[in-house]
């Protein structure tokens, strides 16, 4: 049966106490050469050794404490790939990086070229199948060089996604896109926010109906993804992997819970899916924290975009990331455990 949750600050609280630290946190950057570039984030248990600073950081946003360049750990570790959301970067996801490597896992965040706040290329944003190959490429980056964040335990590997990157870890999953349903669906739902980006993300290219799934993956979330409606309902009940699906119940506008995770909820199978919709978090409580008047810097700067930093309820985003880091460490856990 289908897990379909509302989850509430008290379960949260009762819960949090539940969550450890392991193994202290190294992280380094790494570039993957070829045709397209890769700049990737890692964090990992460390070795120990080193003083920590702060990584991921800037005027607008918090970053997280890690040791750079440490040596990993010793010991095989399951693996997480991390997907940002459109024009966001690898820092998006800092807080649930830094978070997982404290419990035993190795984080990998690629920027992905022409989505990243770091390259808006339009004829690499023109190419979205090449998201899910970057999360590929970086698995076998981290396989072939464990000196990268040490020896990745092939067996147990998993994808973390937000926004577009949601979108990016369903596709790994095996989910396959169909560029005629998503045109049929954006006439029958009319969306600016998403169906206005058809002709940016290549969505009428047939590279992007071609199976962009890696069968390495184990498990994959999907915090508050965008496009879900492009995948096949056949493709998705076809998903064999444990999935966590998190949506966000305060809409932003034009993004509506129902309508994106609730559909990969409707549509993936029931006994291994589990759909969460946490009712006070917007599209971007999934992000890293913001620090006091950033909204009002980064409104300033693009007006519009200090929306970034807001939130649907009382609670504040430390709250809720703390209850989506409870969620994931407990779906992680099961599906691919720091210590099997």
């Known amino acids: 049966m289908l897990k379909f949750l509302s989850v509430t600050c008290g379960l949260f609280l009762s819960l949090a106490s539940l969550a450890c630290s392991a193994d202290a946190v190294g992280f380094r950057d790494a570039e993957l050469d070829g045709t397209r570039p890769l ?41 997480v790939v991390l997907s940002h959301g459109y024009r966001g970067s690898w820092r998006n996801l800092n807080w649930l990086a830094g978070s997982l ?13 022409g989505t990243t706040t770091f390259d808006t290329a339009p004829e690499q944003a023109a190419r979205l199948w090449e998201r899910p190959h970057d999360l590929s490429r970086v698995i076998d980056a981290l396989i072939a060089d464990p000196g990268l964040g040490g020896r990745v335990d092939e067996g147990r590997i998993a994808a973390i996604g937000h926004s577009l990157g949601g979108w990016t870890v369903t596709a790994l999953a095996g989910a396959r896109f169909d560029a005629a349903s998503f045109e049929a669906d954006c006439r029958a739902h009319p969306n600016p926010r998403v169906c206005g980006l058809s002709a940016e993300l290549g969505l009428q290219n047939p590279e992007l109906e071609t199976d962009m799934g890696d069968p390495r993956l184990g498990a994959f979330v999907s915090l508050d993804l965008g496009m879900a409606r492009g995948f096949t309902p056949k493709s998705l009940a076809a998903v064999d992997i444990p999935a966590l699906v998190i949506g966000a119940g305060t809409d932003i506008g034009d993004l509506p819970a129902e309508l994106e995770s609730g559909y990969l909820a ?23 924290l913001c620090k006091p008047g950033a909204a009002a810097l980064i409104e300033e700067e693009t007006p519009g975009e200090g929306i970034v930093c807001k939130d649907g309820g009382a609670r504040g985003r430390e709250d809720i990331h703390r209850e989506v880091l409870v969620l994931v460490e407990s779906f992680l856990d099961t599906a691919i455990p720091a210590a099997p």
């Open 266 to 288: 409707q549509y993936l199978p029931a006994a291994s899916t589990t759909y969460v919709e946490i009712p006070d978090a917007m599209h971007f409580s999934f992000m890293q």
């Open 101 to 113: 490597a404290e419990k035993g896992y190795i984080v990998a965040a690629p920027d992905h070229p």
């Open 39 to 79: 700049h990737v984030a890692i964090w990992y248990p460390a070795a120990g050794g080193g003083d920590a600073t702060v990584v991921g950081e800037n005027p607008a946003f918090f970053g997280v404490p890690a040791i750079r360049d440490a040596a990993p750990g010793a010991g095989e570790h399951p693996l």
